[in-house]
T-cell receptor
Framework: KQEVTQIPAALSVPEGENLVLNCSFT??????LQWFRQDPGKGLTSLLL?????REQTSGRLNASLDKSSGRSTLYIAASQPGDSATYLC???????????FGKGTRLSVIA | DAGITQSPRHKVTETGTPVTLRCHQT?????MYWYRQDPGHGLRLIHY???????DKGEVSDGYSVSRSKTEDFLLTLESATSSQTSVYFC???????????FGPGTRLTVT
């Protein structure tokens, strides 16, 4: 059974710092990996999708990498801002349209 | 936001009553999912659908049923609500071109 782990569970950093969020998964047979952002009391917003054949994806200040063989992904946030404060969730899919398996998230606080 | 709406957005109901949550999408996606989100457990799959009248169970399907009589609507029914079903319920779709999943705004259900 696929398990997804996100460490740390919570992280607090000063504004402007570059930071890395970690995601690991137990079964390397994934089709894709998706990073989401969730603000308190809100839904999930998709940030980045990495196909299993890709090594990384970038969107603005965000960069996600994937090392499928070692079962790891990282989300790099450059020059963090207070508006980046949210919970970040990692999820993997065994094949294209199968349901996602989620980690429990990392709660990020960026302090001004 | 992939044109996903959920109704109701908030509901309080009593133990033993039936409850139906609705997910509506406007973009004709074939795959739709119901997840629940609980503190300490993260997001878990309840049921999903891969077409009209085609559904399958997820990790936490006990006590829930689903129906999909047309492409745009996916209904989740709690036949007899229990306090353990107090949760936030999210609907999602999978985009056919990229398999990226997009989520609705959620329904907060409280069973008293």
């Amino acid at each position: 059974k696929q398990e997804v782990t996100q460490i740390p569970a919570a992280l607090s950093v000063p504004e402007g710092e570059n930071l890395v969020l970690n995601c690991s998964f137990t079964d390397s047979a994934i089709y894709n990996l998706q990073w989401f952002r969730q603000d308190p009391g809100k839904g999930l917003t998709s940030l980045l999708l990495i196909q299993s054949s890709q090594r990384e994806q970038t969107s603005g200040r965000l960069n996600a990498s994937l090392d499928k063989s070692s079962g790891r992904s990282t989300l790099y946030i450059a020059a963090s801002q207070p508006g980046d404060s949210a919970t970040y969730l990692c999820a993997v899919s065994p094949s294209g349209n199968t349901p996602l398996v989620f980690g429990k998230g990392t709660r990020l606080s960026v302090i001004a | 936001d992939a044109g996903i709406t959920q109704s109701p957005r908030h509901k309080v109901t009593e133990t033993g009553t039936p409850v139906t949550l609705r997910c509506h999408q406007t973009e004709n996606h074939r795959y739709m999912y119901w997840y629940r989100q609980d503190p300490g457990h993260g997001l878990r799959l309840i049921h999903y659908s891969y077409g009209v009248k085609d559904t399958d169970k997820g990790e936490v399907s006990d006590g829930y049923s689903v129906s999909r009589s047309k492409t745009e609507d996916f209904l989740l029914t709690l036949e007899s609500a229990t306090s353990s079903q107090t949760s936030v319920y999210f609907c999602a779709i999978s985009a056919m071109s990229s398999y990226e999943q997009y989520f609705g705004p959620g329904t907060r259900l409280t069973v008293t």
